[in-house]
């Protein structure tokens, strides 16, 4: 009797063992279910019976209704969105061959939970935590940047890849406020490739050698306008002093001049003087008898 006793208390001990740790384990897990950590830097958004609770949790521990309750965690830092083997056309109609470009972004930390509702599907997940909007930012990317390309012929955009970075970052960051506001913004885009079609490539090559061609010409009609200029002031300077040597050349001084020649050649012990056919009129004293005669005598 006692021994059919001790078989039958056994299974029941052995249920009651088994229930008991059974209810220590619910008792765990709902105790760890009430609970979420939010690390630096994110955010988490709760979600109760499909109803989202547009209140944002900040860093730390948080508590929730276990297995009523879902917590995501979003990212609120700067997130690095990749276009890859992007192939727009530029301005002169002709394509890239390969564009790839990074967008940095960030949602506004209490603007989370909204654009988990209104973007139920365009989150990305991610290691640490969920990338917010992540699918509208890229849409809104690849767009702006195919209608930045094309504003810019092909062969400008190797040296205006600075300027393209601008306008695609203010282009993006117009179209993300014309949907959300503030809730998302642009801190920086990166043109990380941009390598155009061959055909272009060698466009640009030949438009750089003839480029320096130019300059080198410049340089030579530069160098040839100074040249004149010299000649120029050396001319001018010619004659300003030749001006300068007329205007003192009076008749007076001329006469007195050519007395003083004259006077020279009558003292010259008889050589010959040949006087011109334009100079009468010119008082000229000379001692007549010093002059050769038809037979050699003085």
């Known amino acids: 009797m006692i021994n ?28 760890f279910d009430s609970f979420y950590i939010v690390d630096t830097g994110h ?5 109760t019976l499909g ?13 929730k209704l276990p297995l009523l309750t879902q917590a ?88 205006l890849r600075d300027a393209l970075q601008t306008s695609i970052q203010d282009s993006l960051q117009v179209r993300l406020e014309a949907k ?12 990380r490739a941009l390598n155009t079609d061959p055909s272009i490539e060698a466009s640009i090559r030949e438009a750089v050698a003839n480029q320096k061609k130019l300059e080198a010409k410049q ?9 004149a ?17 007329n205007d003192s050349l009076t008749a007076q001084y001329l006469q007195h001049e050519i007395n003083v020649a004259l006077q020279s050649f009558a003292e010259n012990e008889g050589q010959l003087v040949v006087m011109p056919a334009n100079m009468q009129g010119f008082d000229v004293i000379l001692d007549t008898q010093r002059f050769p005669t038809n037979d050699g005598n003085q």
């Open 4 to 31: 059919n006793e001790l078989r039958i208390g056994a299974p029941k001990r052995a249920g009651w063992a088994i229930g008991g740790i059974v209810l220590a384990a619910l008792a765990v897990s709902f105790l």
């Open 43 to 47: 955010v988490g958004v709760e979600r």
């Open 51 to 63: 109803r989202v609770d547009l209140v944002e949790n900040g860093p730390g521990m948080n508590f």
């Open 72 to 159: 995501y965690e979003f990212s609120a830092k700067e997130i690095a969105l990749d276009l890859n083997d992007l192939k727009p056309k530029a301005a002169d109609n002709l394509s890239l061959q390969d564009l790839d470009v990074t967008v940095y972004y960030n949602a506004s930390p209490d603007a989370i939970a909204e654009l988990m509702v209104k973007y139920a599907n365009a989150s990305q997940d991610a290691p640490e935590a969920i990338l917010p909007a992540y699918g509208i930012v890229y849409r809104e990317a690849r767009g702006a940047v195919y209608e930045e390309i094309a504003k810019i012929d092909s062969l400008e955009l190797h040296k």
């Open 180 to 191: 959300d506001g503030d809730a998302l913004q642009i801190s920086r885009v990166v043109v």
């Open 219 to 227: 340089i030579s009609v530069d160098i040839a306008k100074k040249d």
């Open 229 to 245: 200029e010299i000649e120029i002031e050396r001319a001018r300077g010619i004659a300003q002093a030749n001006s300068i040597i």
